[in-house]
């Protein structure tokens, strides 16, 4: 992902909590990349930060077993 794109991603009104559940896993990984890299930056994109600590609790919560087997 350029710079570009993860710019119109952050800057999108909607926010994290609205646009995050809609991507594929493939553009949520692909998102989770740009924002680490953007991160490891000396001037980080103002709200990357934000919008990678939803990232990560989005996948998390799509990789987590379902509840029942969590309480197996």
């Not at 993860?6 to 594929?24: K, N």
């Not at 990678?52 to 990789?63: L, M, N, P």
């Amino acid at each position: 992902m350029n710079h570009s794109k993860l710019s119109q991603v952050i800057s999108d009104p909607r926010g994290p909590e609205e646009v995050l559940p809609t991507l594929a896993a493939e553009e949520l990984a692909d998102l989770l990349d740009a924002l680490y890299q953007n991160l490891d930056t000396p001037a980080p994109d103002l709200g990357a930060q934000v919008w990678y600590e939803f990232a990560v609790e989005e996948s998390a919560r799509r990789t987590a077993p379902p509840e029942d087997e969590q309480t197996a």
